[in-house]
T-cell receptor, first 115, second 113 residues
């Protein structure tokens, strides 16, 4: 049973370009969470999605960031017009249910570097 | 809103000695507490969680954690540390009313041979 998959693992963009990060949850999981990790810091919640629905985006910056989880295909975190401050590791997690007690399983992350 | 504190940035222990990584939390409702480990350039791996029941929770790789409601703590422990346990450890908390999991800043554990 494959775990959470993220690609690309490393992404380099110049300021002003767009970054697209993809996440495929574990088989049977329909809940996806995105987190951002700055160097030597903990993870900060960004957004929680179910298939075709954004449930909670309280951690998402108001501009340039968006997320989706379509009926078919992976979840996408999209960052438009990237700036140097967007450089970070972005992790996706998935869970089978929506209970607060559910374990979230993490992918390997995408490390975004903005030049 | 819930929050987590990991008071130690760094913990150093000798191989074979017991280790403790500290975590305290704050939630308005019932806490759901988690420990994860992160190796360099990798994602987080789940170690254990407390939901309800016994205060002592056993997890992967010989780790355990003790839930202490009066002290609002959930310290991670292992009786005998291995060099391979060296990694970054994160404590996280959720309550039943929020979708986001709040993570501590992490504690870097170094086990020396």
């Amino acid at each position: 049973n494959a775990g959470v998959m993220q690609n690309p693992r490393h992404l380099v963009r110049r300021r002003g370009q767009e970054a697209r990060l993809r996440c495929s949850p574990m088989k049977g999981h329909s809940h996806v969470y995105w987190y951002r990790q700055l160097p030597e810091e903990g993870l900060k919640f960004m957004v929680y999605l179910q298939k075709e629905n954004i449930i909670d985006e309280s951690g998402m910056p108001k501009e340039r960031f968006s997320a989706e989880f379509p009926k078919e295909g992976p979840s996408i975190l999209r960052i438009q017009q990237v700036v140097r401050g967007d450089s970070a590791a972005y992790f996706c997690a998935s869970s089978p249910l929506t209970s607060a007690a559910d374990t979230q399983y993490f992918g390997p992350g995408t490390r975004l570097t903005v030049l | 809103a819930q929050s987590v504190a990991q008071p130690e940035d760094q913990v150093n222990v000798a191989e074979g000695n017991p280790l403790t990584v500290k975590c305290t939390y704050s939630v308005s409702g019932n806490p759901y507490l988690f420990w994860y480990v992160q190796y360099p350039n990798r994602g987080l791996q789940f170690l254990l969680k407390y939901i309800t029941g016994d205060n002592l929770v056993k997890g992967s790789y010989g780790f355990e954690a003790e839930f202490n409601k009066s002290q609002t703590s959930f310290h991670l422990k292992k009786p005998s540390a291995l060099v391979s346990d060296s990694a970054l450890y994160f404590c996280a908390v959720r309550d039943g009313n929020n979708n986001d999991m709040r993570f501590g800043a992490g504690t870097r554990l170094t086990v020396k041979p």
